[in-house]
């Protein structure tokens, strides 16, 4: 791993593997004699990292002849598709002003409604506009990750991309824009939020109480390198934390400060 000053950022070469070196180097760092590495907390981008990255926890404390170990609490941050680890990490900081997600069903078939009054007399059977809407949520997440809303999607830069392309691509921006629109004023209205949404409030508020108060308890973000904003704005303070660290796969650290 190679370190450089300021915030904690290492680099595992791409000729080893990722998670054997990952765990390698955090057993020695952060192990505890009594609560092993309980006490460390692992940002990881995937589920499939997680069980990666535990089958090689598994592998080294094999080495070691262990038959026994407490291995560090892993949470996923890089899936669209949070999973319940996201939610328990932050959601206990207090984030009680975030408002809950919206079923991710009813959002579906809700969707489905908006689109087939949208599209009135032109719109397709009902097997097709579930199928659009669900192709819509997807969107809409993507989106909503990279914080741009539907009104983004009608500035004129936007159009100007379009060009002389068909009509038919213009009429479809703006009816997704119409639906997503007339999706999120709903939500308002329920006290609710997009799965996506409520996922960059959750890292933004993580990132003010971090910043503010520092856990005391080490944290590390292993191997994501997704560049959604609300994320690389948490990760930032994590790298910037006094027990927090970023660890990112085949990064050079000797990178020129203009670089930097």
Same mark, same amino acid.
């Given at each position: 791993?190679?370190e450089r000053p300021?915030p904690?950022i290492?680099?595992i070469a791409?000729h080893r593997?990722f998670? /054997?070196?990952?765990?390698? *180097?955090?057993v020695p #760092?952060y192990?505890?004699?009594?609560l092993?590495l309980?006490k460390?907390?692992?940002?990881?981008?995937?589920t499939?990292?997680v069980?990666?990255?535990?089958e090689a926890f598994?592998r080294h404390?094999?080495?070691? *002849?262990?038959?026994?170990m407490l291995?560090p609490r892993m949470?996923?941050?890089? /899936?669209l598709?949070l999973?319940?680890?996201?939610g328990a990490?932050?959601?206990p900081?207090?984030?009680?002003?975030i %408002?809950?997600p919206?079923d991710?069903?009813?959002?579906?078939?809700?969707l489905?409604e908006?689109l087939?009054?949208e599209?009135?007399?032109?719109?397709? *059977?009902?097997?097709?506009?579930?199928r659009?809407a669900r192709?819509i949520?997807a969107?809409?997440?993507?989106?909503?990750?990279?914080?741009?809303?539907?009104?983004?999607?009608?500035?004129?830069a936007?159009?100007d991309?379009?060009g002389d392309?068909? *009509?038919h691509w213009?009429n479809?921006l703006h009816?997704f824009a119409r639906v997503q629109?007339?999706?999120?004023?709903?939500?308002?209205?329920?006290?609710?939020?997009?799965a996506?949404? #409520? #996922?960059?409030?959750?890292f933004?508020?993580?990132a003010?109480?971090w910043?503010?108060? %520092? %856990?005391?308890t080490?944290i590390v973000?292993?191997?994501?390198?997704?560049a959604s %904003?609300?994320l690389?704005r948490?990760?930032r303070?994590?790298?910037?934390l006094?027990e927090?660290?970023?660890?990112?796969?085949?990064f050079?650290?000797?990178m020129?400060?203009?670089?930097?």
């Amino acid at each position: 791993m190679g370190e450089r000053p300021g915030p904690s950022i290492y680099s595992i070469a791409a000729h080893r593997g990722f998670a /054997d070196a990952l765990v390698a *180097g955090l057993v020695p #760092r952060y192990r505890d004699d009594t609560l092993g590495l309980a006490k460390l907390t692992l940002l990881l981008p995937s589920t499939r990292a997680v069980r990666t990255v535990t089958e090689a926890f598994i592998r080294h404390y094999g080495a070691e *002849g262990r038959k026994g170990m407490l291995m560090p609490r892993m949470a996923v941050v890089g /899936d669209l598709d949070l999973d319940e680890t996201l939610g328990a990490l932050l959601d206990p900081l207090g984030a009680t002003d975030i %408002p809950p997600p919206v079923d991710p069903t009813k959002r579906w078939l809700r969707l489905a409604e908006i689109l087939r009054d949208e599209m009135g007399d032109d719109a397709p *059977g009902s097997a097709t506009v579930l199928r659009l809407a669900r192709d819509i949520a997807a969107t809409m997440d993507r989106l909503l990750v990279e914080d741009i809303g539907p009104e983004a999607l009608l500035k004129d830069a936007v159009l100007d991309l379009l060009g002389d392309l068909s *009509g038919h691509w213009q009429n479809s921006l703006h009816l997704f824009a119409r639906v997503q629109t007339r999706w999120l004023a709903e939500l308002k209205t329920m006290g609710a939020l997009d799965a996506a949404s #409520r #996922r960059n409030r959750l890292f933004d508020y993580a990132a003010k109480r971090w910043k503010e108060t %520092p %856990p005391t308890t080490p944290i590390v973000a292993a191997g994501v390198t997704s560049a959604s %904003p609300a994320l690389a704005r948490m990760l930032r303070v994590v790298a910037e934390l006094p027990e927090g660290a970023m660890i990112l796969p085949d990064f050079d650290v000797s990178m020129e400060e203009s670089v930097w």
